[in-house]
C-alpha cells in the first residue's frame, strides 16, 4: 500500500464514494502501522464534480489529453518565436480541441450515470484551456487528481488545482512523547470536518464566481466581436449604397439622353 496507487484509486471513484474509501484507507494503513501514509490520506480532499469529471477524462481519454497538452506546447513555441502564421493555424485548433474534450467529458459522466450541467461543462473547458496555456497546471490535470476547476490569467492559477505532493515523515525524535487523549483525537477530527466543510464551501464558491467571471467576459467578447461584424457590414452597405446612387445617376442620364434623341426624330 502506498500513498499515489491508493490517491489514483481514490481519485477515480465517483465524489459519493470519496469520503468512505478514504476513510476505509486510512483505517487499512493505521493496521500496517504506517502512521505518515494515515496522515497524508486522510488530507486528501474529496473533488468537486467539475473535478471529477476531468480526472474521469484523464483516465478515458488520456491521449487525447496528451493531445491537448502538447497543443500548448507548441502554441507557447510559436508565440515566443513570432511565428504569425503557425500561431494562427494552432489557434484556430485550440477551440475545436477544447470544445471535443468537454463534450468527451460530459459523454463519460454520462455513462456513469452523472449528467453535468452547463456551469460544470463551463468549468471543464475553462479548466482545460489554463491546462493548455499553463505547464505546470497541465501536469496537475495529467496527473488525474484534479481538486476542482482551476482558470489560468498570466500569472498562475487562481486557486489549488489538484492534490500536493504528501508531507515527508517526521524525524523520529520529533514524534510527540504522549498519546493524545480519546476527547482530544475527537475535538481534533472534528474541527478536520468542518475545516474540510468550509474549505470546500470555499473552493465552490469560489469556483462558482470564476465561472461568472468567465461566462461575462465571454459575453463582452461576443458583444465586441458583433459589434465588429456590424461596423463591417455597415461599410459593406454604404459602400453597396454609393455604387448603387452612381449607377442610378449614370442611368437617368443615359435615360435622358435618349429622350432628347427620341425628341429631335419627332420634330
Same mark, same amino acid.
Request: negative net charge.
Given at each position: 500500500?502506498?500513498?499515489?496507487?491508493?490517491?489514483?484509486?481514490?481519485?477515480? $471513484?465517483?465524489?459519493?464514494?470519496?469520503?468512505?474509501?478514504?476513510?476505509?484507507?486510512?483505517?487499512?494503513?493505521?493496521? $500496517?502501522?504506517?502512521?505518515? !501514509?494515515?496522515?497524508?490520506?486522510?488530507?486528501?480532499?474529496?473533488?468537486?464534480?467539475?473535478?471529477?469529471? $476531468?480526472?474521469?477524462?484523464?483516465?478515458?481519454?488520456?491521449?487525447?489529453?496528451?493531445? $491537448?497538452?502538447? !497543443?500548448?506546447?507548441?502554441?507557447?513555441?510559436?508565440?515566443?518565436?513570432?511565428?504569425?502564421?503557425?500561431?494562427?493555424?494552432?489557434?484556430?485548433?485550440?477551440?475545436?480541441?477544447?470544445?471535443?474534450?468537454?463534450?468527451?467529458?460530459?459523454?463519460?459522466?454520462?455513462?456513469?450515470?452523472?449528467? !453535468?450541467?452547463?456551469?460544470?461543462?463551463?468549468?471543464?473547458?475553462?479548466?482545460?484551456?489554463?491546462?493548455?496555456?499553463?505547464?505546470?497546471?497541465?501536469?496537475?490535470?495529467?496527473?488525474?487528481?484534479?481538486?476542482?476547476?482551476?482558470?489560468?490569467?498570466?500569472?498562475?492559477?487562481?486557486?489549488?488545482?489538484?492534490?500536493?505532493?504528501?508531507?515527508?515523515?517526521?524525524?523520529?525524535?520529533?514524534?510527540?512523547?504522549?498519546?493524545?487523549?480519546?476527547?482530544?483525537?475527537?475535538?481534533?477530527?472534528?474541527?478536520?470536518?468542518?475545516?474540510?466543510?468550509?474549505?470546500?464551501?470555499?473552493?465552490?464558491?469560489?469556483?462558482?464566481?470564476?465561472?461568472?467571471?468567465?461566462?461575462?467576459?465571454?459575453?463582452?467578447?461576443?458583444?465586441?466581436?458583433?459589434?465588429?461584424?456590424?461596423?463591417?457590414?455597415?461599410?459593406?452597405?454604404?459602400?453597396?449604397?454609393?455604387?448603387?446612387?452612381?449607377?442610378?445617376?449614370?442611368?437617368?442620364?443615359?435615360?435622358?439622353?435618349?429622350?432628347?434623341?427620341?425628341?429631335?426624330?419627332?420634330?
Amino acid at each position: 500500500m502506498d500513498f499515489d496507487s491508493t490517491a489514483d484509486e481514490l481519485y477515480a $471513484l465517483d465524489p459519493s464514494e470519496f469520503i468512505g474509501a478514504r476513510r476505509a484507507a486510512v483505517a487499512r494503513a493505521k493496521e $500496517l502501522g504506517d502512521t505518515t !501514509l494515515a496522515k497524508n490520506l486522510n488530507a486528501l480532499r474529496k473533488p468537486t464534480t467539475t473535478g471529477w469529471a $476531468l480526472n474521469l477524462l484523464v483516465r478515458v481519454e488520456p491521449e487525447s489529453v496528451d493531445r $491537448l497538452l502538447e !497543443l500548448g506546447a507548441a502554441l507557447r513555441s510559436a508565440q515566443q518565436a513570432l511565428r504569425a502564421g503557425e500561431l494562427r493555424s494552432l489557434a484556430s485548433r485550440r477551440a475545436a480541441v477544447i470544445s471535443a474534450l468537454t463534450e468527451r467529458a460530459s459523454a463519460a459522466a454520462q455513462d456513469r450515470g452523472r449528467p !453535468l450541467s452547463e456551469t460544470v461543462m463551463r468549468e471543464i473547458g475553462q479548466s482545460l484551456s489554463a491546462a493548455l496555456s499553463e505547464p505546470d497546471i497541465g501536469a496537475d490535470l495529467r496527473r488525474g487528481r484534479m481538486l476542482g476547476s482551476v482558470s489560468y490569467s498570466g500569472f498562475g492559477p487562481a486557486t489549488l488545482a489538484s492534490v500536493p505532493e504528501p508531507t515527508a515523515p517526521a524525524p523520529s525524535d520529533a514524534e510527540p512523547k504522549g498519546q493524545p487523549t480519546e476527547a482530544a483525537r475527537k475535538q481534533a477530527q472534528a474541527r478536520v470536518s468542518d475545516a474540510e466543510t468550509a474549505a470546500h464551501q470555499a473552493t465552490s464558491e469560489l469556483d462558482s464566481a470564476t465561472a461568472r467571471v468567465n461566462e461575462a467576459a465571454q459575453k463582452v467578447s461576443d458583444l465586441r466581436e458583433a459589434l465588429s461584424q456590424a461596423e463591417q457590414e455597415s461599410r459593406f452597405a454604404e459602400s453597396a449604397r454609393r455604387t448603387a446612387e452612381e449607377a442610378a445617376e449614370r442611368a437617368a442620364t443615359k435615360l435622358t439622353q435618349a429622350r432628347d434623341l427620341a425628341a429631335e426624330f419627332d420634330t
